[in-house]
T-cell receptor, first 116, second 112 residues
Framework: EPEVTQTPSHQVTQMGQEVILRCVPISNHLYFYWYRQILGQKVEFLVSFYNNEISEKSEIFDDQFSVERPDGSNFTLKIRSTKLEDSAMYFC??????????????FGDGTRLSIL | GENVEQHPSTLSVQEGDSAVIKCTYSDSASNYFPWYKQELGKGPQLIIDIRSNVGEKKDQRIAVTLNKTAKHFSLHITETQPEDSAVYFCAASLYGNNRLAFGKGNQVVVIP
């Protein structure tokens, strides 16, 4: 069964450094998402992406975050200058469509980001 | 924005018994309600979903019910097996909006 793959599984970074999290969505999917889960808290929506542009972003997704589809298969999340509070599990998801009522989103296994 | 709450936070059941997890949501405009199962070290896996034009949906041992008036939806697992032990998340989204609002998750433990 096709799946979303994320790399690396664990990333350790010094505070203030830039980090790039990578995702390969399911190949025929057109909508891509990033979510994060801080330990002990809910999974939170960050951003959705379609047709090479952001379609929606949350209040968490400020200027230090950016997303990109650099080629036909990868989808990346960049955090420009990491803070301690960016430590979380980051999940990438994709869906075949984003229109209409409820499009199933399929998640990767996540990247655990630890900021020191 | 939408707020989703899940109860109970932990549920222990004997193998073969049924498990029920309930979620409530705040925005009456929400119309899509997926359930995810997360095993240790894995990402959330979609197991079943329901749209607001339907009151119930079943898939083998799993069913979801939706009460739009009360703004709650529930996951029912029958004849539980040890492999059903996991964290279960409910979520909700609005029509035309792909942002999923998640509940906090329920740890389900099936005791052999």
């Amino acid at each position: 069964e096709p799946e979303v793959t994320q790399t690396p599984s664990h990333q350790v970074t010094q505070m203030g450094q830039e980090v790039i999290l990578r995702c390969v969505p399911i190949s025929n999917h057109l909508y891509f998402y990033w979510y994060r889960q801080i330990l002990g808290q809910k999974v939170e929506f960050l951003v959705s992406f379609y047709n090479n542009e952001i379609s929606e972003k949350s209040e968490i997704f400020d200027d230090q975050f950016s997303v990109e589809r650099p080629d036909g298969s990868n989808f990346t999340l960049k955090i420009r200058s990491t803070k301690l509070e960016d430590s979380a599990m980051y999940f990438c998801a994709s869906s075949e469509s984003g229109q209409g009522v409820g499009q199933p989103q399929h998640f990767g296994d996540g990247t655990r980001l630890s900021i020191l | 924005g939408e707020n989703v709450e899940q109860h109970p936070s932990t549920l222990s059941v004997q193998e073969g018994d049924s498990a029920v997890i309930k979620c409530t949501y705040s925005d009456s405009a929400s119309n899509y309600f997926p359930w995810y199962k997360q095993e240790l070290g894995k990402g959330p896996q979609l197991i079943i979903d329901i749209r607001s034009n339907v009151g119930e949906k079943k898939d083998q041992r799993i069913a979801v019910t939706l009460n739009k008036t009360a703004k709650h939806f529930s996951l029912h697992i029958t004849e539980t097996q040890p492999e059903d032990s996991a964290v279960y998340f409910c979520a909700a989204s609005l029509y035309g909006n792909n942002r999923l609002a998640f509940g906090k998750g329920n740890q389900v433990v099936v005791i052999p």
